[in-house]
């Protein structure tokens, strides 16, 4: 009889948690139609995917980007959707650029109510092929920049008492990824950044959410930066950014994010269903470490180009483009990832 109460009482306390938390869920709920939503990186790949589903919800967006020619394009085929729109070229890495654009963005649209920070660069190949500046690259764009855009939105929303902020950083800022090391390193700083942000903002109306996808199928691996065998490098990379059961559509992880930002989601992380690697890392971290240290053995040596590095659409070889990686190359049309970028 005793047992029977406990496990009652035990179930209507998991019962009243959960309702509960359904009911601050919906209490942080709110909509996109009418709101401003600023983007870094929106001119292509995530940012632009994620554009087109704001402008599709009633949002007005403004986006950054670092090339001129790449935000027109994005901004024209928004207002073709019947979005309001405005771009200002901008390198969230340096602290002037980021003030001006933000700047602008309060003048043209008044204020910002939603900040998504996606601009990222990854580079790939094996720890001797990257420098000093690989990494500090890496951390202008996924830390500092962030933290920028972050700063310089701040006043306005603890002004108006209210405000969202989104940092799309990786799984990889969640475990080590081989011959990906300024990339995770930065993004862990991101995750780390992010969650404290969470902490110290809530108190002022403003909920920070972090998003951490495993591989997201936006045809990115284009213009990814290759070093040492730099064609093998871009084989594996952009193979398994192509394969349905690792990756996922660029769409769905899309509506997931904007999804975790009107529900004031704390951490979210997303994945194809048919990932293991995510529930695995999760209850056998140790193994999983393991096998991406097995992993690492079998990816190519150092060599080829060395600490140089090529863009993904200068490392075309046998294996890619070529069928496998035909979900990718075709997401890369779609995207606005088919132009060659300066440095």
């Given at each position: ?32 139609g ?53 771009v ?36 790939v190949?094996p ?19 962030p933290?920028?855009?972050?700063l ?6 603890r002004?108006?008492?209210w ?113 293991l ?9 140790g ?31 046998r294996?890619?483009p070529?069928w ?13 990832e ?6």
């Amino acid at each position: 009889m005793k047992g029977s109460t406990l496990l009652l009482a035990a179930g209507a306390g998991l019962a009243a948690a959960l309702a509960a938390r359904a009911a601050l869920r919906h209490s942080r709920r709110f909509s996109f139609g009418g709101r401003t939503v600023l983007i870094s990186g929106g001119s292509r790949g995530m940012g632009l995917v994620l554009a087109r589903q704001l402008v599709d919800a009633g949002a007005r967006v403004a986006l950054l980007a670092r090339t001129a020619s790449d935000l027109e394009q994005a901004a024209s085929e928004l207002r073709e959707r019947g979005g309001e729109v405005f771009v200002v070229p901008c390198d969230v890495g340096r602290l002037d650029e980021v003030h001006s654009a933000v700047q602008q963005t309060l003048a043209h649209f008044g204020h910002i109510d939603v900040l998504f920070n996606v601009a990222g660069i990854i580079q790939v190949g094996p720890l001797e092929a990257m420098t000093r500046d690989d990494f500090r690259r890496a951390m202008d764009v996924h830390f500092w920049g962030p933290l920028n855009t972050t700063l310089e939105v701040l006043p306005q929303m603890r002004r108006r008492g209210w405000g969202r902020i989104v940092n799309v950083a990786s799984l990889g800022g969640k475990r080590a990824v081989p011959h990906m090391l300024p990339y995770t390193a930065s993004k862990f700083a991101l995750v780390g950044l992010s969650n404290g942000l969470r902490t110290e903002l809530a108190k002022d109306g403003i909920l920070v959410t972090t998003v951490c996808p495993s591989l997201v199928r936006t045809g990115s691996p284009r213009n990814a930066l290759f070093k040492g065998q730099y064609r093998k490098e871009y084989a594996w990379f952009s193979v398994a950014d192509s394969l349905p059961g690792l990756a996922m559509s660029a769409e769905r992880a899309a509506a997931q994010i904007l999804r975790a930002c009107r529900d004031g989601e704390r951490e979210v992380v997303l994945r194809n269903p048919a990932n293991l690697a995510v529930p695995l890392q999760s209850m056998l971290p140790g193994t999983t470490q393991a096998l991406l240290g097995a992993l690492a053995r079998l990816l190519p040596r150092m060599g080829g180009i060395g600490q140089f590095s090529a863009y993904g659409y200068e490392s075309a070889s046998r294996w890619s483009p070529s069928w496998l990686t035909r979900l990718s190359d075709t997401a890369a049309r779609r995207n606005n990832e088919m132009r060659a970028r300066p440095e």
